[in-house]
């Protein structure tokens, strides 16, 4: 049995720690919101974020991080991106991870500002874990909504980390009759496919609002947007350093991408989607504005952050990125929606020659 703590109690950390618990784990899941916590201690139920799933006796919550942190053989988290450094310096210090001796996995999606550039999650947290931790974390994603990884429905997972026997390690904790993982050397790749896909998701939920109302569109036009996306995702991980090519083709890649565009479950299509239908952006002055008050969407949509920092590395290293840059100037209120959304699709065939052969 090993003992897991699990940093934010949110529809993902709880399906994770409920598919630990079930193995056979002692687990421990922190989180600030005292009902959240109650509920998972008295009902055994996280009815905010996975109404409906029964969780088990083994899996504990605690509003006190040092009882989900200190002394673990594993820690798992899930903190959302905005708030994400602020939870490494709280485990920093704990006994276990103080010595290196706490294996730590991220399963967290987006990227961190930096001084000169941003960042990829794992990169920046590096810096603020003992130097033991540099190049040792692991990086967990793949196709895998929380409703259904709770609910038992078969999942893939990719486990990265330069070192290959701390992805073999979490592989052995997660892996159980429902939940098969893989490892990877490629945590530079697997990170922006998770990262970035979750904005070309918002594009996917516009365009797939606008098929409502227009004959211009279809499944053809959101496959065409599915493959541009990859493309995009694909010269960004080049970009910042992956440093393998199969990585966007893996379940990390086209896998992720397609369960975020095209599932009823995925936040950043809804995302999109209200954009069009219900008009959310028009309480925000700019994507500045959005971000400050994102909660007030009843719902976090990560791509609406991570498209501020795919912008700014696009920007820097001189990438062609349409579809992000879309993105970008539609939740940063510069175009309308529509019309923007219009001109991207029909711009997508330039997005993809490079990646046609010649006939």
Known sequence: MKKVGI??????????????????????????????????????????????????????????????????DFIIVATPSLYIIDSVKKI??????????????????????????????????EEFLPETYRNNLVYISGPSHAEEVSRGKLTGLIAACPNGRNAIRFREL????????????????????????NVVAIAFGMLDAMMEFSDSFGD?????????????????????GSTHPETFT????????????????????????????DRILARFKDLEDLIRNISSLGFLPEGAVAAKFVHEIARQRKLKLPICETVYSILNCEVNPSQAVSI???????????TIPDA
């Open 7 to 72: 940093i934010s109690a949110g529809a993902w950390g709880t399906a994770l720690g409920k598919i630990i618990a079930e193995l056979g784990n002692e687990v421990v899941m922190w989180d600030f919101m005292t009902d959240v916590v109650d509920d998972i201690n008295h009902n055994n139920t996280n009815g905010r974020y996975l109404l409906g799933v029964r969780l088990p006796s083994n899996l504990q919550a605690t509003t006190d991080i040092t009882l989900a942190a200190a002394d673990k």
């Open 250 to 277: 893996s379940i990390a890649g086209v896998g992720d991408l397609d369960v975020t565009c095209r599932s009823r479950h995925g936040r950043n299509r809804r995302f999109g989607r209200e954009i069009i239908k």
């Open 174 to 197: 997660l892996t159980g009759s429902t939940l098969m993982v893989f490892p990877s050397l490629d945590i530079v790749g697997v990170q922006t496919c998770g990262a970035v896909k």
């Open 344 to 354: 991207m699709v029909e711009n997508l065939g330039g997005a993809l020659t490079q």
């Open 92 to 125: 920093a210090a704990m006994p276990g991870v103080r010595e290196g001796n706490t294996f730590i996995a991220v399963v967290t999606k987006g990227f961190i500002s930096g001084e000169e550039e941003s960042k990829l999650l794992i990169e920046a947290i």
């Open 220 to 240: 053809n036009t959101e496959s065409l947007l599915l493959a541009a996306g990859l493309n995009e995702i694909q010269l960004l991980g080049t970009a910042l």
